[in-house]
Structure formats: C-alpha cells, structure tokens
C-alpha cells in the first residue's frame, strides 16, 4: 500500500532554530514530492521536487529530495513565529491524477 | 478572485441529515478533487474528477456522492450524516498531466455534525 510517513509529528522551537522536517515515501509511480504549508485555512504551495540532489529553495526555506533512498527533507532557518503551521507532503503519481499526503508535521515557533 | 473556492466554509448539522457541499475553480483546471482531513490534519483523498469523469473513487461510504456538472464544478453531497463525518473537506484542482504537477486547494468546508 502506498504511504507518506512525516517525522516529527510535532515540534515546539524558539525563533531563530533552525529546523529539518522529514518525509519518507513508499509510492508506486512515484513522479514527484510536494511540501504544502497549512496555517488556519487551505494548503499553500511550496515546493515541488522531482530530481535527487537538486535543492530547491525560497527565502528561508529549502528542500531536497532523495529518490533512491525515498525521502525528502525540508529545512527552516532562521525560524520566526509566522513560521508556525503544519506542513505537510505529498506525492504525486506518474498519471499525475493520484496525491498522497503524509499525516503532516506541526511547526510552533516561540518567540 | 479565488481559484478554487467552497461554499459554505462552515456548516453544522444534525444526524441523519443530507449536505451538499459545492465546488468551483477558475482556474481553468481539467481534474478536480474531494478530500477529507480529519483532525489529527490527515489529508485523504476521496473523489477525483477529470474533464467531469469519474478516475478516483477511493473507499468512501456510498453515503457521499459527487457530482460534476462541468470541469469548473465538483459538488459533494453527503446523505445520513454521521458524527464520523465531521471533518474538513478540501476541494481543490490540477491542470493536465504535464503541464504541472501541483494541485491547488480552496479554503476547506468545515463540517460538524451533532
């Protein structure tokens, strides 16, 4: 059965941590791996990862996906308060219809 | 404007009631989708629709039906509402396989059911 397993489930830090979230896959037809931050309301996008090794990263935030070991990290530096959510993967299959999202990483940032 | 938007964002409602919950996208998108997350923020997937077909159909009690009129509209209905069936459901949306892989999601329905 295809599974997205996220480590930690959550985490408290103190702004200006810098902190790593994990996501593992076991998906068949993988394509590619999404992170998706949720505050209150809907998911927003992040990023997309599709190729081992390449880092992708926006301000603050990176991530690098590793598909021959089947996971991908996402890093925060410099963490403040408007860091706080919960953030969560997923993978996308290779008809492109079928996402998998892990049960999601749950960020608190104090100040 | 919003892309892909829900209505109505909150709904309370007794056992045994029927609700319907609408969806519509601007995006121009071909493939939409229902998920439901509970509150442990588990994101699943129920429904999929592509150009108003039927692709995914995850295992959803035949309580809940979806509907697409057009590929702008994806509406749930849900019939004999159950206390398990409180949850947030999330429409959202994707382009054509190819042409990105990312879906986009409305602001969520939430559902209480009392």
């Known amino acids: 059965e295809d599974k997205v397993v996220q480590s930690p489930l959550s985490l408290v830090v103190h702004e200006g941590d810098t902190v790593t979230l994990n996501c593992s896959y076991e998906v068949t037809n993988f394509r590619s791996l999404l992170w998706y931050k949720q505050e209150k309301k809907a998911p927003t996008f992040l990023f997309m990862l599709t190729s081992s090794g390449i880092e992708k990263k926006s301000g603050r935030l990176s991530s690098i996906l590793d598909k021959k070991e089947l996971f991908s990290i996402l890093n925060i530096t410099a963490t403040q308060t408007g860091d706080s959510a919960v953030y969560l993967c997923?993978?996308?299959?290779?008809?492109?219809?079928?996402?998998?999202f892990g049960t999601g990483t749950s960020l608190t940032v104090i100040p | 404007d919003t892309a892909v938007s829900q209505t109505p964002k909150y709904l309370v409602t007794q056992m045994g009631n029927d609700k319907s919950i609408k969806c519509e996208q601007n995006?121009?998108?071909?493939?939409m989708y229902w998920y439901k997350q509970d509150s442990k923020k588990f994101l699943k997937i129920m429904f999929s629709?592509?150009?108003?077909?039927?692709?995914i159909n995850e295992t959803v009690p035949n309580r809940f039906s979806p509907k697409s009129p057009d590929k702008a509209h994806l509406n749930l209905h849900i019939n004999s509402l159950e206390l398990g069936d409180s949850a947030v459901y999330f429409c959202?949306?994707?382009?054509?396989?190819?042409?990105?892989?990312?879906?986009?999601f409305g602001e969520g329905s939430w559902l209480t059911v009392v």
């Open positions: 997923a993978t996308a299959s290779n008809t492109g219809n079928q996402f998998y």
């Open positions: 995006l121009g998108h071909d493939t």
């Open positions: 959202a949306s994707r382009n054509r396989p190819g042409t990105g892989n990312t879906i986009y």
């Open positions: 629709y592509n150009n108003k077909e039927l692709i």
